[in-house]
């Protein structure tokens, strides 16, 4: 009776009707919490956030001294500066800068003089070989977005960041029945029409490398009540159920009868060779796949319905690696002494795979865990310039590249939001947000290197936002500018303002330490229209020239005690608990090019920025007023 079950339905019919039944009758992934140094290769169940930056402290990057730069000020190869032992302390790397130090002279720098007393012959500059509070990860960022792969660079992420345990997608439990009577276990003299039972451990070993649990049942005979019960034991106790052999039209092959006696068969027979007597079935929500006995049918109906199966059930897709061509969108320069692995994001912008190189520090963790793909380069070489194409080795399959937002300019939180809810909302999307200021963004998109860029750039002469430097870059037009934000910038301060700040003027107070954006951001030309508009002068604002990329990094320096004052959003302010004097209420807008608005990847993007769930984030962060994201504000 077993014939009557096949048929020849198509791959790609079969994968979507058997796919979709399941989930239709609640197949889906639990959650469950696990200690992070456990958690390498699961799924997380929802984004991650940082409980502390990282470093939480400011650490020596050098072996050396530390001292208050303006003692060294002054310092020539001819006038060299002399400091007393109470005016510097002996710091390795690693350890906490002294309070009234803000900076360290590398020990090969340093003259040790016979009486304790060292010479300098070359000022320091403030904050140099520091490593400040959140260089690596502030507190309150997103170190992982939901549903996403557990890397080892991530263990180390979280565990920098104060996250001791992880909310992660349960693994299923997959059993697996071995039939036939001529099957055997592994054994090294097997008799005359002995058959080796090793499809288990192949099968085995190909869900373990999928995030499964397999779990091997002894050998049944071929005997149809034997078979049932089999099955019954196994559903009780997985979560999918594999039974392996029987699912032919033979006299003795009872899979399909045995999984329509427990449950229902779907599909029995599907056009591909081999493992066309594949069969589909399932108990309620738990999957039962009938696999062929020989093991390259079974590994090929494993490939082709299983995977999808637990890809589903884990939300994500598989990640393969290989090498590509990229252009590279920043120049790199290394020394001629090494070979160096360069840590780069990857997303294609109109059929170019743009490769923008990470942070290169060695303390940097998180610029592996962001990394798309390492970029080699080699012994001898001086490094490479922007433009140039370039091989990287992918840490990502080259679909989820090509499945991948490329977002350069100006940095909020909300693009971190952004690139969860995509990813959320279809699993083989996702969005790679590089921190370069508005006006980086604005050159990412002339050159062609990105998708969409953040830009709230303010025209002195009448107070609007980013129109008038759109259409001096952008003469010709073919680009559109779409509303997402209003943000509230304004100086973040210490809680309960001990300075007593009251202005962008006091400032300039003695003893006041201030933190700044890097030029070219959104915000760092605010700050500079304030003083100049105040008739400040920005030289007389200790920690002018002290450089920040992030928003977060800044209220990290002030809730750390290393500055006391800085200039940012609301939302950051909220999230370190610090005190805000509001400046302005800023636009912070997305830059898009013609060529990629209608492209699906950016269309999810403006749904993403229309939805409530955008809308909740935003108001449980702070600081936004929202019109009509996502909506074209003006075409150029």
């Known amino acids: 009776m077993a014939f009557q079950y096949l048929s020849n339905t198509p791959l790609d019919e079969a994968r979507v009707r058997y796919l979709?039944?399941?989930?239709?009758?609640?197949?889906?992934?639990?959650?469950?919490?696990?200690?992070?140094?456990?958690?390498?290769?699961r799924i997380t169940a929802a984004a991650v956030y940082a409980r502390i930056s990282a470093p939480h402290y400011p650490a020596s990057a050098m072996d050396g001294i530390a001292l208050r730069a303006g003692l060294t000020f002054g310092a020539t190869e001819t006038t060299p500066v002399t400091l007393q032992p109470g005016e510097f302390t002996v710091v390795d790397t690693g350890d906490p800068i002294p309070g009234h130090c803000d900076a360290v002279v590398m020990i090969?720098?340093?003259?040790?003089?016979?009486?304790?007393?060292?010479?300098?012959?070359?000022?320091?500059?403030?904050?140099?070989?520091?490593?400040?509070?959140?260089?690596?990860?502030?507190?309150?960022?997103?170190?992982?977005?939901?549903?996403?792969?557990?890397?080892?660079?991530?263990?180390?992420?979280?565990?920098?960041?104060?996250?001791l345990t992880v909310s992660v997608l349960r693994c299923p439990v997959v059993g697996i029945i071995p039939t036939g009577d001529e099957i055997v276990p592994p054994t090294d003299n097997p008799r005359p029409g002995d058959i080796v039972e090793f499809n288990s451990s192949i099968f085995s070993?190909?869900?373990?490398?999928?995030?499964?649990?397999?779990?091997?049942?002894?050998?049944?005979?071929?005997?149809?009540?034997?078979?049932?019960?089999?099955?019954?034991?196994?559903?009780?106790?997985?979560?999918?159920?594999?039974?392996?052999?029987?699912?032919?039209?033979?006299?003795?092959?009872?899979?399909?009868?045995?999984?329509?006696?427990?449950?229902?068969?779907?599909?029995?027979?599907v056009a591909i060779k081999p493992g066309k007597p594949a069969i589909l079935g399932s108990q309620g929500a738990k999957p039962i796949l009938g696999v062929p006995g020989y093991p390259v049918s079974g590994i090929l109906v494993l490939t082709e319905l299983l995977r999808p199966l637990l890809d589903d059930w884990f939300?994500?897709?598989?990640?393969?690696?290989?090498?590509?061509?990229?252009?590279?969108?920043?120049?790199?320069?290394?020394?001629?002494?090494?070979?160096?692995?360069?840590?780069?994001?990857?997303?294609?912008?109109?059929?170019?795979?743009?490769?923008?190189?990470?942070?290169?520090?060695?303390?940097?963790?998180?610029?592996?865990?962001?990394?798309?793909?390492?970029?080699?380069?080699?012994?001898g070489t001086e490094g490479y310039e922007a433009g140039e194409s370039v091989p990287v080795r992918l840490l990502k399959s080259a679909g989820a590249l090509d499945h991948?937002?490329?977002?350069?300019?100006?940095?909020?939180?909300?693009?971190?939001?952004?690139?969860?809810?995509l990813h959320r909302m279809d699993p083989s999307l996702y969005m790679?947000?590089?921190?370069?200021?508005?006006?980086?963004?604005?050159?990412?998109?002339?050159?062609?290197?990105?998708?969409?860029?953040?830009?709230?750039?303010?025209?002195?002469?009448?107070?609007?936002?980013?129109?008038?430097?759109?259409?001096?870059?952008?003469?010709?037009g073919g680009?559109?500018?779409?509303?997402?934000?209003?943000?509230?910038?304004?100086?973040?301060?210490?809680?309960?303002?001990?300075?007593?700040?009251?202005?962008?003027?006091?400032?300039?107070?003695?003893?006041?330490?201030?933190?700044?954006?890097q030029k070219g951001s959104g915000t760092r030309i605010l700050i500079d229209y304030l003083c100049k508009k105040e008739e400040i002068d920005p030289g007389k604002i200790y920690g002018y020239d002290r450089e920040e990329y992030t928003h977060t990094s800044v209220a990290a320096q002030i809730a750390s005690g290393s500055a006391d004052a800085g200039m940012g959003i609301y939302s950051?302010?909220?999230?370190?608990?610090?005190?805000?004097?509001?400046?302005?209420?800023?636009?912070?807008?997305?830059?898009?090019?013609?060529?990629?608005?209608?492209?699906?990847?950016?269309?999810?993007?403006?749904?993403?920025?229309?939805?409530?769930?955008?809308?909740?984030?935003?108001?449980?962060?702070?600081?936004?007023?929202?019109g009509s994201p996502g909506t074209v504000r003006e075409r150029f």
């Not at 990229?326 to 990857?346: D, H, M, P, Q």
């Not at 303390?363 to 080699?378: H, M, Q, R, T």
């Not at 912070?588 to 955008?614: K, N």
């Open 404 to 421: 991948t937002l490329v977002a350069i300019g100006s940095h909020d939180p909300l693009l971190d939001e952004c690139a969860d809810l």
């Open 479 to 517: 680009v559109r500018l779409v509303e997402c934000v209003g943000r509230t910038q304004g100086l973040m301060l210490p809680p309960g303002n001990p300075k007593g700040i009251r202005e962008i003027r006091d400032l300039t107070a003695e003893g006041l330490r201030y933190v700044n954006r």
């Open 315 to 379: 939300r994500c897709s598989p990640e393969m690696g290989e090498t590509r061509q990229a252009t590279l969108a920043r120049s790199v320069v290394s020394g001629l002494k090494y070979r160096e692995f360069v840590r780069v994001r990857l997303g294609k912008v109109q059929d170019k795979l743009i490769a923008s190189p990470l942070n290169r520090g060695a303390g940097v963790v998180s610029s592996f865990l962001k990394a798309d793909g390492i970029l080699e380069i080699p012994q």
């Open 572 to 626: 950051a302010a909220g999230l370190y608990g610090l005190d805000f004097l509001p400046v302005c209420m800023e636009q912070y807008d997305l830059l898009i090019p013609d060529s990629a608005f209608d492209t699906p990847l950016v269309q999810r993007l403006l749904e993403v920025l229309q939805s409530a769930a955008f809308r909740s984030r935003l108001e449980a962060l702070g600081g936004y007023q929202l």
């Open 205 to 269: 070993a190909m869900l373990r490398e999928w995030g499964a649990v397999p779990k091997t049942y002894p050998i049944v005979p071929d005997r149809r009540e034997d078979i049932i019960r089999a099955l019954e034991t196994a559903l009780a106790e997985c979560d999918i159920v594999l039974l392996n052999a029987g699912s032919s039209a033979g006299r003795e092959d009872y899979s399909a009868e045995a999984i329509g006696a427990v449950g229902e068969v779907l599909i029995h027979g």
């Open 108 to 163: 090969e720098d340093v003259v040790q003089n016979a009486d304790g007393s060292v010479r300098l012959y070359a000022p320091a500059v403030p904050w140099q070989h520091i490593r400040q509070i959140g260089e690596d990860i502030c507190a309150g960022e997103m170190v992982l977005p939901g549903h996403v792969r557990i890397t080892p660079a991530a263990i180390g992420a979280m565990l920098a960041a104060g996250v």
């Open 20 to 41: 979709a039944r399941v989930k239709e009758l609640g197949f889906a992934a639990g959650t469950e919490t696990v200690p992070v140094h456990e958690a390498s290769g």
């Open 432 to 476: 790679s947000s590089t921190h370069v200021g508005s006006m980086g963004g604005i050159m990412a998109i002339r050159r062609g290197e990105a998708h969409v860029a953040g830009v709230h750039l303010l025209d002195e002469r009448d107070g609007s936002y980013n129109t008038a430097f759109i259409k001096k870059y952008f003469p010709s």
